[in-house]
């Protein structure tokens, strides 16, 4: 079994900053990206950003793009997102989400494991 769970949300006023972090445990399984996703109230989940567990790349959605930053430490099994700027549309449910194909890495059903999400609050 793998687990991933998320840390880092909370509150904070249009124009700060937060950071998410995602660690990863369990059963080892070659793993081709991790990802970021959002779901508001009423909305479905969208692709925030992800990066491939090996290399460079990394991928953004066009509202975060220059805001929102991912990373990974790989001998931690954990993942980062650095938000700044954040603006009340940013609001969300936060998940992070591991893929072991990388093939559509901003498609949620790429993806093989979740975790449970974090709050994230961004109040105007």
């Known amino acids: 079994q793998v687990q991933l769970v998320e840390s880092g949300g909370g509150l904070v006023q249009a124009g700060g900053s937060l950071r998410l972090s995602c660690a990863r445990s369990g059963r080892t399984f070659s793993m081709s990206a991790m990802g970021w996703f959002r779901q508001a109230p009423g909305k479905e989940r969208e692709f925030v950003a992800a990066?491939?567990?090996?290399?460079?790349?990394?991928y953004y959605a066009d509202g975060v793009k220059g805001r929102f930053t991912i990373s990974r430490d790989n001998a931690k099994n954990t993942m980062y997102l650095q938000m700044n700027s954040l603006k009340p549309e940013d609001t969300a449910v936060y998940y992070c989400?591991?893929?072991?194909?990388?093939?559509?890495?901003?498609?949620?059903?790429?993806?093989?494991?979740w975790g449970q999400g974090t709050q994230v609050t961004v109040s105007s």
């Open positions: 990066i491939r567990w090996s290399g460079p790349t990394t």
């Open positions: 989400a591991a893929d072991r194909s990388g093939i559509y890495v901003s498609r949620a059903y790429e993806y093989d494991y």
